[in-house]
C-alpha cells in the first residue's frame, strides 16, 4: 500500500498551518510534500513559491495526524504528540496514542502559542519517563520514515544502565528511580496499569528490531525475553487500585487547552453563544479522550481487519481499504481525505492491542511440553514440574522441601501471542446512554477481538499463524437503564415488530460479516435481567421461525446461561458447563490459518457474547474460549500447554484481563469487575471488595461525567452536530438516538392517524409532532411530552402517545367548526439555560375551541398494559369514552419542537430545515386554511342564492372566519417570574457537578 507519513513537523505560517514531512538527520527539509491548512479549514499542497521556505521555530514533532476538530466556526487540528509501541505484527509496529495536541486554527499567534505549549508538555512527560531528547531521537529516527515513501533505519542505542533500588526493588536507569509513592500520587498514574510496565516503551528499546523479526532466528531466540508474567516479580510494588483504574491525568503543569477568555478570533459568523462558552470543556474532554491510552494505530498493518484478510501489496490506500466500522477518525479526518491528501490520513481504532512472547521448551520426547518462567519463585518452579510429571513419576516430601528446579530443556520454541480488540463505531458510547439496539441492528458496546498465534518470526513457511475471533455485543432489542440507581430497571422499548426488525438487521449484518453465530447470553434468568433475557430467547425463535438470520433458513444458535446463578459462591469454574455447551460449534467454527502466506484454512463462525454490559462476565467466558482455542492451536504443532492450572503461564490471564479493563474503561470508566479470577483463575474475597469499589466509582461516573462525554463522542464520529451541545447545556443530558427520531415522529403520524380516523371518507390532509404540557387546558407543567395533532377536512386529532409500546394512550377529536380561535408567539417555559430562553427558539401556538354535545371529547384505551403504565389505544379493542363531563370551553397548547435533531442529515433531508417560528407559523396557515375552506363549504350548503338568507350567512361567515393572533403565550418576563428559587438551585447544582 501506498506509503504514510510517519513523522511531521507542524508550524504555524501567517496564513495558515504548514505540514511538512520530517526529514532525517542531515538531510534538508522535505517540502515537496508539504501541505497548508489555512485557517479557515481548507487543506490543500503547499505552493511551489513556498517550498523553500524555512522552518519556523516554533515547530511540533507529531507520528501523525488524528483529525481537524470544527466546533462552530472555529478549527483545531489534532496531531499525535506521543505514542508507545505496544506491539509488531510481521515486523510492522503497533502503536497506542499517549498524547495528543489540539492547535487552533485562528492565528498565527495562537498557533505558535499551542505548539509551545504541547512541545514543552511533550519534554516534560518524557523528562519524567527518564528519557533524554537524544533517546527520543534515536527511537523515532529508527522507525519513522522521512518522507512519505522512504525509511531510514538505525541500529538502536544501547539501553540505559539498570540499578536496582533497595527500598523498592524497582530496577530502572539510574536517573529514573522513584518511590510508589512518588509515581501514583505525584505523577498521577502517569505510567498506567502497573501490569503494563513489562511491555514499556523501554522494554521495547533495546529488543526492538529482533522481535520486529529483523534479525536470525538465532539471536531472537537468545534476544527474546522468556518471562511470561506480565510484570517481574522483583519490580512489582503497592499500586493505589483505584488511581491505576483512572482515566489518564494530564502533566499538572500543562496549561488548560484553551482559557475562556481566550477564544480563537477565527470564531465569526452564525455561532452558538452555549457551544462557545463550552468550547474549553469540549477541546479538554476531546484531548483526554484521545490521550487516553485507548487509540491505536500502524504505518503498515490494516487494524481493523483480521490477519486473515490483511493486503499488503494492495496499490490502494490504507484509509480507503480500512473497514469504516472500526475507523474512529474517518469523520474528523475527512478534510484531508476530501483534499486527496491521503498520504496524510492515519485511521485509529479504539479497543486494546496487547502482545506476549512466550516459550515452549520439550523437556523429553516422551512427555509433555513445559513453559519455562525464569522469573517464577522456587515454588511456583516446582509446583510446575509436580504438574508436569505427577503422571510418570512421583514427587516425595522431601523434594517438594528441597525445591528441585525441573530438569534443563533440550530444544523449544518461541511464540508470540497477540491481542486485538476493535470497538465498532456504530452505536457508540458509554455505559447506560447506549444500551440495546438502534434501528440500524447495530449495538451498544460492539467489539471485535481477534487472539493471533505465530512464531516469533512470522514465517509461515516454517510455520502456521492462527487467528481467532470472537464477537462481543449488547442484548440487540430496544431498552435502556437509568444511570441514578446501583441496580436499575430494565425499561423496554417499541412493538414485537419494531424489535424483530432490528433484530434481523443485527444478525443478517453478523452472519455476513462471520458466516454462522452462535449466541451466548449470560444475564440471569431472575430479577431484573430476566424480562430482557427472556425477550432476548423470544425473538432468538422467532427469527428461526421465520427465515433464520438470512432469510433463507440459516438459524441461530442461542443459550441462555444464567452467569451468576450457575457460579454462585464464587464458583467461577462453573464456567466449564458453558464451554462444553459451546465446544461442538467452536470445533465446526474452527479458526484461520495462514500457511505460506495464504489462507489455508478461514473461520466460519463467531461466538457471540453479553451480558448486561457486555463487560465482567463477557470477559470470564471470552477469555475461556480463546484458552480452550490456544490449547488446542498448540496441540496441533504437537505442543503442550496447561493454561488453566500452570503457573507459569499467568501472562495469559494477564493479557485477556488487561483486554478487559481497557473495554471496560471505555464503556464503564472503570477496570473490569470480577478481574482477579480472568488473573488468578480464583475469586477470592478481596477482589469482591475490590469489585465493590470499582462498581460505586462506576454509578459516580455513570450520573457526573458521561454525559457531556458522550456528547463529544457523538460529534466527533458525525453522528451529532454542534446544537448538541447546547442541547446537553439546556437539560444538562445527552439524548440517546437509538432511531432516527424523524423516522420515529413519522411512524407515529401514521400509526395515529390509522387508529383514531374512523370515518373512510375522512382524508388525513397534515400531521406533526408537538410539545404539550402533560395536563390539558395548561400552558405550563412540571414536565411536557411529545404528541401527535392530525388534520383532516373535518377535525383535529389530538393523540397522546406511549412512546414506549408505539401505542396512542387518549385522544380527542375537535370539530372545525367547535375551534374557536388560535393564537401564535413566544412560549418559554424554563429561564435556567440561553437555549430555554431564546425567543426564536421557544415558540408555540394555542387553540380554544368549545366542546361538542355532551362534552364527551377525550377517548382512552382501558386495557392496562405489561408495564404497568397508562393503557394505550388498542388496535383490537374499540376506544371507551371518558365518563367525566368536560368544560364548555377548553383549549391546548402546542410548543415547536428543534426543526431537526442533533443528527446530522443526508439524502433529501439534507436540505436546510426550517426554524421553530417557520415550523409554528406553517401549521398555523394550514389549519386556519382548512378550517375556514370547511366553513365556507358549510355555508354554500345552507344558503339559497338570491335570497337575503344567502346574504345574512355570507355576513356570519366573514365574522366566524379564523384568523391567526399574534401575541406572547408566555414570555420570558412571566417565566423569570414563575421560575422559583428552588427550581433554579437545583440545575446551578447540576451545573457545578458536570462543570
Known amino acids: 500500500m501506498p506509503g504514510l507519513v510517519r513523522k511531521l513537523l507542524i508550524f504555524a505560517a501567517v496564513d495558515g498551518l504548514v505540514l511538512q514531512p520530517a526529514p532525517p538527520r542531515n538531510h534538508p527539509p522535505t517540502t515537496q510534500?508539504?501541505?497548508k491548512i489555512d485557517y479557515k479549514g481548507n487543506v490543500g499542497p503547499l505552493l511551489k513559491d513556498r517550498h523553500q521556505e524555512d522552518t519556523a521555530p516554533d515547530t511540533l514533532e507529531a507520528h501523525g495526524i488524528v483529525g481537524l476538530l470544527k466546533?462552530?466556526?472555529?478549527?483545531?487540528?489534532?496531531?499525535?504528540?506521543?505514542?508507545?509501541?505496544?506491539?509488531?505484527?510481521?515486523?510492522?509496529?503497533?502503536?497506542?496514542?499517549?498524547?495528543?495536541?489540539?492547535?487552533p486554527l485562528a492565528s498565527q499567534a495562537d498557533a505558535d502559542k499551542a505548539i509551545v505549549s504541547a512541545r514543552e508538555h511533550v519534554q516534560r512527560h518524557r523528562k519524567a519517563q527518564g528519557l533524554g531528547e537524544d533517546d527520543y531521537d534515536s527511537e523515532s529516527d529508527e522507525e519513522d520514515a522521512p518522507t512519505v515513501t522512504d525509511s531510514l533505519e538505525e541500529e538502536p542505542p544501547a539501553p540505559p544502565t539498570e540499578v536496582k533500588d533497595p527500598v523498592t526493588g524497582q530496577e530502572g536507569p539510574a536517573d529514573r528511580r522513584t518511590s510508589v509513592a512518588e509515581d501514583v500520587m505525584q505523577r498521577k498514574g502517569v505510567y498506567g496499569r502497573f501490569a503494563d510496565k513489562w511491555f514499556s516503551k523501554k522494554g521495547w528499546k533495546s529488543d526492538k528490531r529482533r522481535t520486529q523479526g529483523l534479525s536470525s532466528t538465532e539471536d531472537l531466540r537468545k534476544a527474546m525475553p522468556k518471562n511470561v508474567e506480565s510484570v517481574p516479580k522483583d519490580q512489582e510494588g503497592p499500586v493505589n487500585p483505584s488511581n491505576a483504574d483512572a482515566l489518564p491525568v494530564e502533566d499538572e503543569n500543562v496549561p488548560e487547552t484553551v482559557n475562556p477568555e481566550e477564544i480563537p478570533k477565527a470564531l465569526g459568523g452564525d455561532k452558538d453563544r452555549t457551544t462557545i462558552a463550552l468550547l474549553p470543556k469540549i477541546l479538554s474532554t476531546t484531548k483526554m479522550y484521545f490521550a487516553s491510552g485507548n487509540f491505536f494505530f500502524?504505518?503498515?498493518?490494516?487494524?481493523?481487519?483480521?490477519?486473515?484478510?490483511?493486503?499488503?501489496?494492495?496499490?490502494?490506500s490504507l484509509s480507503k481499504q480500512f473497514d469504516s466500522l472500526f475507523f474512529w477518525n474517518q469523520h474528523i479526518i475527512t478534510p484531508f481525505t476530501d483534499a486527496g491528501q491521503h498520504n496524510f490520513v492515519l485511521p485509529v481504532i479504539q479497543g486494546f492491542v496487547g502482545q506476549r512472547p512466550f516459550s515452549i521448551k520439550i523437556v523429553d520426547t516422551k512427555s509433555n511440553s513445559v513453559v519455562i518462567d525464569p522469573d517464577a519463585t522456587p515454588n511456583d518452579m516446582e509446583l510446575h514440574s509436580i504438574h508436569q510429571n505427577k503422571s510418570t513419576e512421583s514427587v516425595t516430601s522431601t523434594d517438594r522441601n528441597t525445591k528441585t528446579p525441573p530438569p534443563e530443556p533440550s530444544n523449544g520454541k518461541d511464540f508470540l501471542l497477540t491481542l486485538i480488540s476493535r470497538r465498532s463505531v456504530k452505536r457508540a458510547g458509554l455505559r447506560y446512554l447506549r444500551r440495546g439496539v438502534d434501528d440500524e441492528g447495530s449495538t451498544a458496546n460492539s467489539v471485535e477481538t481477534e487472539q493471533i498465534l505465530s512464531s516469533s518470526t512470522w514465517n509461515t513457511s516454517q510455520d502456521k499463524i492462527f487467528s481467532f475471533t470472537q464477537y462481543r455485543g449488547s442484548i440487540p432489542l430496544f431498552f435502556s437503564q437509568s444511570p441514578y440507581s446501583l441496580k436499575p430497571q430494565v425499561d423496554t422499548w417499541g412493538s414485537t415488530d419494531t424489535n424483530a426488525r432490528a433484530f434481523r438487521r443485527h444478525f443478517a449484518e453478523l452472519s455476513g460479516r462471520y458466516g454462522s453465530v452462535y449466541a451466548a447470553s449470560l444475564v440471569d434468568k431472575h430479577g431484573n435481567e430476566a424480562k430482557i433475557g427472556s425477550l432476548y430467547d423470544q425473538h432468538a425463535k422467532i427469527l428461526n421461525e421465520h427465515g433464520g438470520m438470512d432469510g433463507k433458513g440459516k438459524k441461530l444458535d442461542f443459550e441462555w446461561f444464567d452467569f451468576h446463578h450457575v457460579c454462585r459462591g464464587m464458583r467461577f469454574e462453573n464456567v466449564s458447563l458453558l464451554m462444553d455447551s459451546i465446544a461442538p460449534f467452536l470445533k465446526a467454527a474452527s479458526w484461520t490459518e495462514i500457511s505460506n502466506d495464504q489462507v489455508a484454512q478461514a473461520q466460519s463462525g463467531v461466538l457471540r457474547t453479553n451480558c448486561m454490559d457486555c463487560l465482567d462476565r463477557t470477559n470470564v467466558v471470552q477469555s475461556a474460549c480463546a484458552r480452550t482455542t490456544l490449547e488446542a492451536q498448540l496441540s496441533a504443532g504437537d505442543y503442550s500447554i496447561d493454561l488453566q492450572n500452570d503457573p507459569s503461564t499467568s501472562w495469559f490471564n494477564t493479557l485477556w484481563a488487561d483486554n478487559g479493563d481497557a473495554i471496560s474503561k471505555q464503556y464503564a470508566g472503570t477496570a473490569a469487575l470480577k478481574g482477579d479470577f480472568t488473573r488468578t483463575?480464583?475469586?477470592?474475597?478481596?477482589?469482591?471488595?475490590?469489585?465493590?469499589?470499582?462498581?460505586?466509582?462506576?454509578?459516580?461516573?455513570?450520573?457526573?461525567?458521561?454525559?457531556?462525554?458522550?456528547?463529544?463522542?457523538?460529534?466527533?464520529?458525525?453522528?451529532?452536530?454542534?446544537?448538541?451541545?447546547?442541547?446537553?447545556e439546556a437539560d444538562m443530558k445527552s439524548a440517546d438516538y437509538f432511531i432516527d427520531v424523524r423516522k420515529v415522529r413519522q411512524a407515529a403520524i401514521d400509526r395515529s392517524a390509522g387508529i383514531v380516523i374512523e370515518d373512510k371518507d375522512e382524508d388525513l390532509v397534515a400531521g406533526w409532532t408537538l410539545s404539550v404540557p402533560t395536563s390539558a387546558d395548561h400552558l405550563k407543567t412540571a414536565t411536557f411530552e411529545e404528541a401527535v395533532l392530525l388534520l383532516t377536512e373535518k377535525a383535529l386529532y389530538f393523540c397522546r402517545l406511549d412512546w414506549g409500546t408505539e401505542k396512542v394512550r387518549e385522544f380527542e377529536r375537535i370539530e372545525l367548526d367547535n375551534v374557536e380561535s388560535i393564537f401564535r408567539g413566544v412560549y418559554i417555559t424554563s429561564t435556567l439555560a440561553s437555549r430555554h430562553m431564546d425567543e426564536q427558539k421557544n415558540v408555540g401556538f394555542v387553540i380554544r375551541y368549545r366542546a361538542g354535545p355532551g362534552g364527551e371529547l377525550v377517548r382512552r384505551n382501558t386495557r392496562s398494559l405489561d408495564s404497568g403504565k397508562s393503557g394505550a389505544l388498542s388496535e383490537d379493542q374499540p376506544a371507551s369514552k371518558s365518563k367525566a363531563p368536560q368544560p364548555t370551553g377548553r383549549f391546548l397548547a402546542f410548543k415547536a419542537l428543534p426543526p431537526r435533531t442533533s443528527m446530522p442529515a443526508s439524502g433529501e433531508a439534507a436540505e436546510t430545515p426550517e426554524n421553530e417560528v417557520e415550523v409554528v407559523e406553517g401549521i398555523c396557515e394550514e389549519i386556519v386554511k382548512v378550517v375556514n375552506k370547511t366553513r365556507a363549504v358549510e355555508q354554500v350548503k345552507l344558503s339559497i342564492p338570491g335570497t337575503e338568507q344567502e346574504e345574512n350567512i355570507g355576513e356570519e361567515a366573514q365574522t366566524r372566519r379564523l384568523l391567526v393572533e399574534d401575541k406572547d403565550i408566555i414570555s420570558l418576563t412571566d417565566a423569570k417570574r414563575s421560575t422559583g428559587y428552588v427550581e433554579t438551585l437545583a440545575y446551578s447544582m447540576k451545573k457545578l457537578v458536570w462543570g
Not at 500502524?298 to 490502494?316: A, E, F, T
Not at 462506576?698 to 458525525?718: P, S
Open 71 to 103: 466546533i462552530a466556526t472555529s478549527y483545531f487540528l489534532i496531531s499525535i504528540c506521543d505514542r508507545e509501541q505496544v506491539a509488531q505484527i510481521r515486523g510492522k509496529p503497533i502503536y497506542k496514542i499517549t498524547d495528543v495536541a489540539l492547535i
Open 681 to 728: 483463575r480464583k475469586r477470592q474475597i478481596t477482589g469482591a471488595l475490590t469489585d465493590f469499589g470499582l462498581t460505586l466509582t462506576r454509578y459516580y461516573n455513570n450520573i457526573v461525567n458521561d454525559y457531556f462525554a458522550q456528547a463529544v463522542i457523538d460529534y466527533l464520529l458525525g453522528r451529532a452536530t454542534d446544537t448538541i451541545f447546547a442541547e446537553f
Open 33 to 35: 510534500q508539504a501541505i
Open 298 to 316: 500502524s504505518y503498515d498493518y490494516d487494524l481493523s481487519h483480521g490477519i486473515g484478510r490483511q493486503q499488503p501489496s494492495s496499490s490502494v
